[in-house]
């Protein structure tokens, strides 16, 4: 008997009205039982109104085939906007009642028992990926390396205490995600003779990988002086001040950015993904900063 043809990968969707991790935990957790399906894995977070949920159904749609539509995870708590992702053409699970019987009946394939567990590697790939990517990012936390910065996704600049680290950490661990961080500080300041507003000399190749993240320097201030009490690091002055550069930096530049002061880190990563993913398609030509769209996102 010949062994059989390896199947394409599978398209499958993560779509929540939120930063869409319970979505892409849960079915995960469900799709872990079928190692042997090859699967292509898309994430769309904040699909939270219908004009948003028309936009992840056109992005559903990019990859229907005829012999296998997508299988669309979601966490949508919305009536309307449900119901027009559920027009998507693509198997539609919804995850406020969804079963693992769904899962095979979409598959093809029965669920192999011992095999449903949030924990397990599931695909070995992805898995060394994600590995490699922590590694890379620990190795370049805080400009502490500036080594193969071309083989960086993304480049976080910031002021010291905006949130970097963690969020440089959750897209590594989380989404494989290859990042190094910088932080911007008066050492950057450039040369006699350059205008103060220039990006750091290491950083300029690699501009169109930057995303920068701001604070509320009275937030900041208090972050700063929990670590170095009384210091002029700390104070509100120096905070205000390097929030008000590191602003300049980004338009100046058209970097884009958000305000990390009330997000949480999975908010954080779920807005620097979307921006990624907007760069690697080619439509984020204008490369605004996020921050002045995305303050209002919950």
């Known amino acids: 008997?010949?062994?059989?043809?390896?199947?394409?990968?599978?398209?499958?969707?993560?779509?929540?009205?939120?930063?869409?991790?319970?979505?892409?935990?849960?079915?995960?957790?469900?799709?872990?039982?079928?190692?042997?399906?090859?699967?292509?894995?898309?994430?769309?977070?904040?699909?939270?109104?219908?004009?948003a949920a028309a936009e992840a159904v056109a992005a559903i749609s990019s990859a229907t085939t005829t012999d296998a539509p997508p299988l669309v995870f979601t966490t949508i708590r919305d009536l309307a906007v449900r119901q027009r992702v559920a027009a998507a053409p693509a198997i539609v699970i919804d995850l406020l009642g969804g079963h693992l019987r769904e899962v095979e009946a979409a598959l093809g394939v029965s669920a192999q028992p011992g095999r449903g567990t949030v924990h397990s590697l599931g695909d070995l790939d992805r898995y060394h990926d994600r590995m490699w990517a922590i590694e890379y990012a620990i190795e370049h936390d805080d400009g502490q390396s500036l080594r193969a910065l071309d083989r960086a996704q993304v480049i976080l600049i910031a002021p010291s205490r905006c949130g970097k680290t963690?969020?440089?950490?959750?897209?590594?661990?989380?989404?494989?995600?290859?990042?190094?961080?910088?932080?911007?500080?008066?050492?950057?300041?450039?040369?006699?003779?350059?205008?103060?507003?220039?990006?750091?000399?290491?950083?300029?190749?690699?501009?169109?990988?930057?995303?920068?993240?701001?604070?509320?320097?009275?937030?900041?201030?208090?972050?700063r002086a929990a670590r170095r009490p009384g210091s002029t690091y700390s104070s509100l002055a120096q905070c205000g001040r390097e929030v008000r550069r590191a602003e300049a930096l980004y338009r100046q530049h058209r970097v884009p950015y958000l305000d990390s002061t009330d997000r949480s880190v999975e908010e954080m990563a779920a807005v620097i993904l979307a921006t990624l993913r907007r760069r690697e398609a080619g439509t984020d030509s204008t490369r605004r900063p996020a921050g002045a769209d995305d303050r209002s996102i919950s």
């Open 1 to 51: 008997m010949g062994s059989a043809s390896i199947p394409a990968p599978r398209a499958v969707f993560f779509v929540s009205d939120g930063t869409a991790i319970t979505a892409e935990t849960l079915g995960s957790a469900l799709l872990v039982s079928f190692p042997g399906v090859p699967l292509d894995r898309h994430t769309i977070p904040f699909v939270d109104s219908v004009d």
């Open 166 to 223: 963690p969020t440089s950490m959750y897209l590594a661990l989380q989404h494989g995600v290859v990042v190094a961080n910088y932080p911007l500080t008066d050492d950057d300041l450039p040369e006699t003779g350059v205008p103060s507003d220039e990006l750091p000399r290491s950083l300029r190749p690699h501009a169109d990988r930057l995303f920068g993240l701001t604070a509320n320097p009275q937030r900041l201030s208090e972050v």
